[in-house]
Every structure is written in C-alpha cells, then in structure tokens.
C-alpha cells in the first residue's frame, strides 16, 4: 500500500506564492505518473497537472500554465507544486494522486492512490 502526505498549503494574497509538497511512503515507489487535482466548494475535482517518473513529461491544465511548476525529486519519493501569481480562482483543497498508468491522465478515475489533501487559500 502507498501512503501520499501532502504539506505546505496556506493562506497566500492574491499574487503570492506557495509550495506543495507530496511525500510517497509505504511499499515501493510509484515509478509511473503523479499528478495534483484540486477541489472548490461546490465543485468538482479538477486535474491541475501530472508528471511521469522521469520527469521528462508533464501536462498542465490550462488554466494553471506559465504560473504552476510541478517536478519530483524520486530519491526523496517527493513530489511539489510550485504555485506563482495565485488567484482567488486557485483556492481549493489540493490532492495529490499517484497512477499506475505510464501516460499521464486528466481523469482522476485513473489515480490508483491520494493524499488527504492540504488547502490552499488565495485572498483577494
């Protein structure tokens, strides 16, 4: 079983930064695709963004490109979100999701793993 712990959500003002973390433990490393998803109330979770195991490959949704970073550090089974010029938009509980599949996916219905998630507030 793989256990995903999420760290460094906060309150920022609207153009702040803020770095998420996501630390993988349990049995081996997830070798194949991580992502983030986010939730607002009274909304549905939405993916954010997803990595494969080298790195070499990312998707990032629209609405967060040019402004979200995501990147792994494998030999710390670590995972962080860097988040510039967040927005009111962004506040949400942020998920951190770990696949089986090799090919990063949108749908969160492919995520075999989550953390309990950490929130993220933007003010205006």
């Known amino acids: 079983q793989v256990q995903l712990v999420e760290s460094g959500g906060g309150l920022v003002p609207a153009g702040g930064s803020l770095r998420l973390s996501c630390v993988a433990s349990?049995?081996?490393?997830?070798?194949?695709?991580m992502g983030w998803f986010r939730q607002a109330p009274g909304k549905e979770r939405e993916f954010v963004v997803g990595i494969n195991w080298s790195g070499l490959s990312t998707l990032y949704a629209d609405s967060v490109k040019g402004r979200f970073t995501i990147s792994r550090d494998n030999a710390k089974n670590t995972v962080y979100l860097q988040m510039n010029s967040l927005q009111p938009e962004d506040t949400a509980v942020y998920y951190c999701a770990g696949s089986q599949q090799r090919t990063i996916m949108k749908y969160g219905s492919m995520y075999d793993y989550w953390g309990q998630g950490t929130q993220v507030t933007v003010s205006s």
């Open positions: 349990g049995r081996a490393v997830l070798r194949n695709v």
